[in-house]
């Protein structure tokens, strides 16, 4: 599992290339709503959860998938880009694992994501 306490991720930026990595570790009808890529590592938001990807290992054959059911969310922060700092970030508090954090650069619909995961807990 990736140990979410010792780093603060990573800085995602978006990129389909992920989603077609955890393609076979979907459910029956959940369907991918975004997928971002750090330099090595992954996180895609689908229907149903989180699933951060972690590449391990010199030639990167070796993943770590851990999965972040939405159910499991008991807050969450959003932090939208400005002017001058064009980053984006994304707290999540999970029971039994804390906080997730999540960075991103470039044009992220943090919004969106926020949005998404409110009309999951909340509607």
Known sequence: MIDFNNKGFFKLKQNDEYADRVKDL???GEEVIDAYKSMR???????KRI????????TGSKKDFT???Y???VAWSVETSG???LDSELEIYFSAVGKVKFEFTGK???VQISRYI???LLG
């Open 41 to 47: 590592d992954g996180v895609v938001f689908t229907t």
């Open 67 to 69: 999965s972040l059911p």
């Open 118 to 120: 409110s009309q999951h």
């Open 108 to 110: 992220t619909s943090i």
């Open 71 to 73: 159910k499991n969310i």
């Open 26 to 28: 979907l459910l029956d």
């Open 83 to 85: 002017t001058f700092d």
């Open 51 to 58: 699933i951060a990807v972690n590449v391990q290992g010199l």
